[in-house]
């Protein structure tokens, strides 16, 4: 068999189902594949890792590759399984936010290391500073958790539909109670959770051929997962070593990827492609360029074409 | 002269409880001293004169028997700062120079500044270390380290002055130079001095009375008074008299030792 | 024993000032939902609210306990004393990175020491850089040596080691070169006299002189070799371990979880020096240092 | 693979220049103790930007010593706010408060035998508890600003501190105290002329194990939220964005600063306890 | 007596460099040492006798004029092992038992394990310490300690033996002790001693020769050949002849010590 090493960006949890089912159901044996998951989290850059040879495959959000293709690790997408993006900000009502036009004078919990990209396309779309003060908003480098939120200490903070988002409500906060904005409805939504390599490895046909059947194998593994909501999140579980997640909320968390990934076949929408770039591109400041210039060939539709097949 | 006993001992005990079981540092030891004496105490190790030295000085209280310092209680012969102590080592503190670890003391009782200033130049002087007051200890030699602990607890008014063997960590010369000189002082000064030693020499030399002490259990064995005249010149030393002093403070000694401890 | 008595005071202190903490520092929570839920909170209802809160911002006493108990001897007990729930597991899997990055600390460590006490050079060049090497937060670089082994090929146990030797070098080092030092001159003087070589004098006076130092040493360095083992596990994916635990209880909002895995590791971190302790009675004892 | 050469040369040549040195005639002088330890920090550098480019170590795994430098002084500005946050704002306060805090318990509890026998093992337990645990829940109370980073160094350096100083105080002869009592001085006087004194080397090294705490302390806590400044902040970002020259160049501040900082406090340390041995040579 | 010197020094300098400047340790020293002596060192702190041992051990080496210890370089002598060396703290290692703090020297230099065995046993009787070899150092008295390292030096077979003020930190009855047992044990073995010391009684008692030094610069003021009889109890002391000797000794002490130092 031949050997994959796949890098995730976070930590296991249904955010990854269809590779663990993929794993669990078999589907990589059946294309002679000997696949190794290795968990990511909040120190690790998956483009560093792949740079240094520590991986084959990753799955990171298109504008973090896009940003690292561009500071030279020449990373390249040959599968989009996530079709909509799950970032969103919410706010408490009782803050008094109700709109973009509250912002300012706000404070805002961001997730930076690389999740920063879409809210600063955002902030630079609605014109508003992001150095504090009367008519900027304040950010905070928000930790992994919901807690600045539950404890007042922001007005907004950034949540993923799939986790953060029901662990507000889980806290005991009602969706009434919460007012929320997504960021492809205000129209900087950009391509999350894909599966990239690095442009050179693509050259050689054995491992172009390992890539093809490691996406066929992978988007089985997520079509699974979606029709059977509860065992994925039970696969995920039993692949979770540190023991720390709960079944019940894995199986939320599986409900709303299943969403996200519903509109996808694997294969990348340019039309999607195009538009993250725009949204990049149009949101380009001192602080945080992202890309400075149009990324040419950064991604590859003949692994999509080959593996559906 | 007018005795009343500065010093007056009656069957005074001390156990110490170690891990070990009790050590009878001192057992039944009577004794007096009386204003303007040189006693010097002698013993092999361990027999109880830093000890003895330390009731009076109450820093060690009795288990029996009965000790008064000028009529008083050593406690209260203690916060009447009824005496100046001079330990083996100089002990002087090394984060203060030569003058403020005399001035220390006086700092401690509460002495106006100007006073202070004058009492250390004076015994500056009177120990021969005019000069060095703004030195470090450790820029001195170890005799004159010894010196500047001995200004020290001469600052201050105290009629009584014990000393812990001040000069068994000097050379031979330079402890006869400070025993020439400690002789003078007492002789200026008409204080009354306790002194513990290990050198029968020294002993000898220096007292007007010498008591000899013996271990387990610390006791007195001989109480000897001095024949030799108040005028001392080193040269004493050769004489008979002082030979046959020092040959009683040595049999007196040895029966008193268990050599194999 | 005699520390038992004000051991056990200070501690019910602590646990009496802690409960108390909690209910104001939980407080904030049980009104803001109770308004939510549009009731009013008695007093009484409000303390039981607090001390038993699912995320509360200070656990109370018994729930971390609780937790403990629950992940440690309950799981035992249920016969599932090493499956991935239990902190029994997590505790080894940190424990066996930090024997390891220990192991490779105190040998670098004492490698160095040796150096530096033999090589004049080596004494006047290292030392400042040592003391500037432990003024990098290891957490900024953890990930970069992470990346930077991986890309050598060595990955699973042995990076955390490393990262975990990192910390317990130093503090060996610093001993070591005291220890090596302590000889007094006339303990090497009388070596010279025997015409001994440096082979003797090193085994023979100032190995053995060194003990002590370095047992305080390894007490300091075990300890900071768990501290570097925790901090190793993040950047590996924060997916087994107790540094693990505390981090996906952090993302999951479980305080609940950290506390329980902070003390685990202040447990083992006891436990640790303890035996480290014990080594240095016994081996002291044999040397004949310890009255 | 000449670079690569080359550089290890360079490392031969100035260690056995070192060695010379070291041996020399001149190697107690001052000039040739600073120049031992630069000369190896320059090889250190040299070998490091020899192997970076003579073996095509991608950036974003290992950045050349010259990319970082290029970077430092491009970003001076950007430097300077996260130094004044991180160090000064951070460390700095919680460094003051927390060995401050540590110096008056250790003075007060030293009056109870019973309290010293208590709190020292549970503080050092609380000692242990590791930063990685500890921070989040300080930032979850205190907030994102420095404040948190503050708390999270006062819980690093306290006890270390109250440990050296309880010690410090226990650290006087018996003669000394004996000397005290018969000038038969108060619990004050022994206190301010002869313990706080003879506690001060050991009152030193705890300030100084607590210069290298405060720091880490700082910039770790940082990881866990921070407003969009700070060492730790910026650090953390770099990582996440791939800009390696830039974490690269915010170890060097922090070398430096942390360094400096116990260069500082070890010069305080000589002027107050010239007196003692290890001060002397 | 076959007279070959085993220490012969010519015109012997040392300067020792300092912050403050050179310090003239031994200046122009000769002296010659025959075989089977008891020589001791007297001298005021500083005089450089603690200096001249060093220089005989190959410890120091002479930055001017010659010395020869059997002949041969000190170096060379110490290579030969030529001598055994004792100092005036006993210097014992901690975590050795006593047998095995003079089994050290042996180890060093390679003796088979049991004549090893056969010497610890035999030097610990010739000190009396039979049935301490088990023992720790600390759990033996400041006399017994330094009775060990006696020992130590005893051990392996060297003909000089030269020693730092071995008794400095005993007290005197103890020191009377050992001086007698010194003495008796020099008789039996023919060693020559090399030996230094603050006490003029001491150096009396002991010695065949004393050489009196003074300080600044370090050199000989005075040999003095002993006429007192090999055989010497310790009540010798107190004969006419013994405080002649002594006398003298005091005399060259005194011409050559500077009190305020
Ligand atoms: N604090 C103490 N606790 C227990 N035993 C003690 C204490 N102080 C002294 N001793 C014991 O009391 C006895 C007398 O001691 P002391 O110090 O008075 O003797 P000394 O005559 O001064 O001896 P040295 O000449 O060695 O100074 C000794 O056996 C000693 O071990
Ligand atoms: N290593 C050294 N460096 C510099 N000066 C030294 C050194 N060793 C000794 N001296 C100086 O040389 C002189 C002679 O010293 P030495 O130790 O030989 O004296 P000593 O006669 O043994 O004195 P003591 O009776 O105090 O032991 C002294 O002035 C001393 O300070
Ligand atoms: C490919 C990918 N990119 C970024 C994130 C970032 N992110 C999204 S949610 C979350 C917190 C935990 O759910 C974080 C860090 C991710 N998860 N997966
Ligand atoms: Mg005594
Ligand atoms: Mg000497």
């Avoid at chain 1, 269809?18 to 294309?31: I, M, P, Q, S, T």
């Avoid at chain 3, 520390?3 to 104001?24: C, E, G, M, Q």
């Avoid at chain 3, 016969?79 to 930090?98: E, K, Q, V």
């Avoid at chain 4, 000692?127 to 420095?146: E, R």
Wanted: net charge negative; hydrophobic share 50%.
């Amino acid at each position: 068999a031949d050997d994959v090493t796949l890098q995730l960006k976070w930590v296991t949890q249904a955010q990854f189902a269809g590779y663990y089912v993929a794993l669990d159901k078999g589907f990589y044996d059946e294309e002679d594949l000997n696949v190794t998951i290795k968990p990511g989290g909040p120190d690790i850059a998956p483009e560093s890792v792949i740079s240094g040879g520590g991986a084959d495959v990753i799955t990171t959000w298109m504008a973090a590759g896009l940003a690292a293709r561009e500071r030279g690790v020449p990373l390249i997408n040959i599968a989009q399984p996530f079709k909509q993006g799950g970032l969103q900000l919410t706010c408490l009502k009782e803050s008094g936010v109700e709109s973009p036009a509250d912002f300012p004078g706000r404070t805002l919990g961001v997730w930076f290391f690389g999740n920063e990209y879409p809210f600063y396309a955002w902030m630079a779309k609605l014109g508003i500073p992001t150095e504090g003060g009367d008519d900027g908003v304040t950010v905070l480098k928000q930790g992994f958790n919901v807690d600045p939120l539950l404890q007042k200490q922001a007005d907004c903070i950034s949540v993923m539909t799939y986790n953060e988002y029901g662990q507000v409500l889980d806290a005991g906060i009602s969706a009434d109670d919460l007012v929320t904005f997504n960021y492809l409805d205000e129209g900087v939504g950009m391509l999350e959770d894909g599966l990239y390599v690095l442009e050179e490895s693509l050259q050689d046909p054995a491992f172009f051929d390992k890539m093809v059947r490691f996406v066929r194998a992978s988007m089985k593994g997520w079509k699974y997962a979606e029709e059977n909501p509860d065992e994925a999140a039970q696969i995920v579980i039993d692949n979770d070593e540190s023991g720390a997640q709960t079944l019940e909320h894995q199986q939320y968390m599986m409900g709303e990827v299943a969403k996200l990934t519903a509109g996808s076949n694997g294969a990348l929408d340019p039309a999607d492609y195009e538009q993250t770039v725009a949204t990049l591109l149009s949101a380009i400041s001192p602080d945080n360029p992202a890309i400075t210039t149009e990324p040419e060939g950064a991604y590859t539709l003949d692994v999509t074409d080959a593996a559906l097949q | 002269m007018t005795t009343e006993p500065v010093i007056k001992a009656d069957g005074l005990d001390l156990t110490f409880q170690t891990n070990d079981g009790p050590v009878h540092a001192l057992k039944g030891v009577d004794l007096e001293i009386n204003k303007g004496e040189f006693v010097s105490f002698i013993g092999p190790s361990g027999c109880g004169k830093t000890t003895f030295l330390r009731v009076i000085a109450a820093l060690e209280h009795p288990t029996g028997g009965t000790i008064t310092v000028n009529g008083m209680s050593p406690d209260e012969a203690r916060r009447n700062r009824a005496y100046g102590y001079v330990f083996q080592a100089a002990g002087l503190y090394p984060w203060r120079s030569i003058a403020r670890n005399i001035k220390l003391p006086l700092e401690i009782m509460g002495y106006p500044r100007a006073e202070m200033e004058k009492r250390v130049e004076e015994v500056l002087r009177l120990v021969d270390l005019e000069g060095f007051g703004k030195k470090f200890p450790w820029q001195l030699s170890g005799g004159m380290q010894q010196r500047a602990s001995i200004a020290r607890a001469l600052a201050f008014d105290a009629d009584l002055l014990l000393m812990d063997e001040p000069f068994g960590a000097l050379d031979e010369i330079v402890r006869d130079h400070l025993n020439e000189q400690l002789l003078a002082l007492w002789a200026r000064t008409e204080k009354t001095i306790g002194f513990v030693t290990h050198s029968i020499p020294e002993a000898v030399y220096l007292s007007t009375k010498i008591v000899v002490m013996s271990p387990r259990p610390g006791r007195i064995t001989d109480v000897i008074d001095s024949t030799l005249p108040r005028e001392r010149p080193l040269e004493i030393r050769d004489t008979p008299e002082f030979l046959a002093i020092a040959h009683r403070v040595r049999e007196g000694l040895r029966a008193g030792h268990a050599y194999d401890e | 024993m005699k520390s038992v008595l004000p051991i056990l005071t200070v501690v019910v202190a602590i646990v009496l000032i802690w409960y108390a903490a909690a209910i104001p520092m939980n407080a904030q929570w049980a009104r803001d939902q109770a308004a939510r839920a549009d009731t009013t909170l008695t007093t009484s209802e409000l303390i039981a609210d607090t001390l038993s809160q699912d995320r509360p911002r200070l656990p109370a006493p018994h729930q971390v306990v609780v937790e403990l108990w629950n992940s440690t001897g309950d799981m035992v007990l249920a016969g599932r004393g090493l499956s991935n729930r239990s902190l029994i597991l997590h505790a080894w899997y940190t424990l066996s990175a930090t024997l390891l990055g220990f192991a490779i600390g105190t040998a670098a460590g004492i490698l160095l020491a040796v150096g530096i006490v033999y090589n004049r050079a080596m004494d006047m060049a290292v030392m400042p850089w040592a003391i500037a090497s432990q003024t990098i937060p290891i957490l900024a670089i953890a990930p970069m040596i992470i990346v930077v082994l991986n890309s050598v090929g060595v990955q699973g146990l042995v990076p955390k080691a490393i990262i975990s030797a990192y910390l317990s070098f130093f503090p060996v080092v610093v001993g070591m070169v005291k220890g090596l030092r302590s000889p007094n001159a006339s303990q090497l003087d009388l070596l010279q006299t025997y015409n001994a070589s440096r082979n003797n004098s090193f085994w023979k006076l100032r190995l053995p002189s060194s003990m002590p130092y370095f047992f305080t040493a390894l007490k300091i360095g075990i300890a900071a070799a768990l501290v570097g083992a925790i901090v190793g596990e993040l950047p590996t994916g924060a997916v087994r371990g107790l540094g693990a635990r505390m981090l996906s209880g952090s993302y999951y909002g479980q305080t609940i979880q950290i506390w329980s895995a902070l003390f685990a590791a202040a447990l083992l971190a006891a436990a640790l020096v303890g035996i480290v302790g014990l080594i240095e009675r016994l081996m002291l004892r044999r040397m004949g240092m310890e009255q | 693979m000449t670079l690569v050469i080359l550089s290890l040369a360079f490392w031969l040549a100035a260690y056995l220049f070192n060695n010379w040195l070291a041996k020399s005639r001149w190697s107690g002088s001052r000039a040739v103790r600073l120049a031992v330890p630069a000369i190896f920090g320059v090889t250190v550098i040299v070998v490091w930007e020899g192997l970076v480019r003579g073996l095509n170590v991608p950036m974003v795994i290992l950045p050349a010593p010259s990319a970082i430098a290029t970077r430092f002084a491009a970003s001076l500005d950007l430097l300077w706010i996260d130094f004044v946050q991180t160090v000064v704002k951070g460390a700095l306060t919680g460094y003051l408060i927390g060995t401050g805090a540590a110096f008056v318990t250790a003075v007060l509890i030293d009056r109870s035998l019973f309290l010293k026998r208590g709190l020292l093992p549970v503080g050092n337990f609380i000692a242990a508890l590791p930063i990685v645990g500890t921070a989040p829940i300080l930032v979850m109370w205190f907030g994102f600003d420095w404040q948190s980073k503050a708390a999270v160094v006062v819980a690093m350096v306290f006890f270390p501190m109250l440990v050296n100083t309880v010690q410090g105080l226990a650290d006087t002869g018996k003669m000394q105290r004996d000397l005290m009592a018969t000038w038969s001085a108060s619990y004050w006087q022994t206190l301010f002329k002869l313990r706080l004194p003879a506690a001060m080397p050991a009152v030193f090294n705890g300030l100084k194990i607590a210069t290298t705490l405060a720091l880490i302390g700082a910039i770790v806590a940082e990881f866990f939220g921070s407003p969009i400044k700070g060492m730790g902040f910026r650090i953390s970002t770099a990582v996440g964005t791939l800009g390696l020259d830039m974490v690269w160049a915010e170890i060097t501040v922090a070398a430096l600063a942390g360094s400096a900082f116990y260069g500082a406090v070890a010069m305080v340390e000589r002027a107050v306890t010239f007196w003692h041995p290890s001060q002397r040579n």
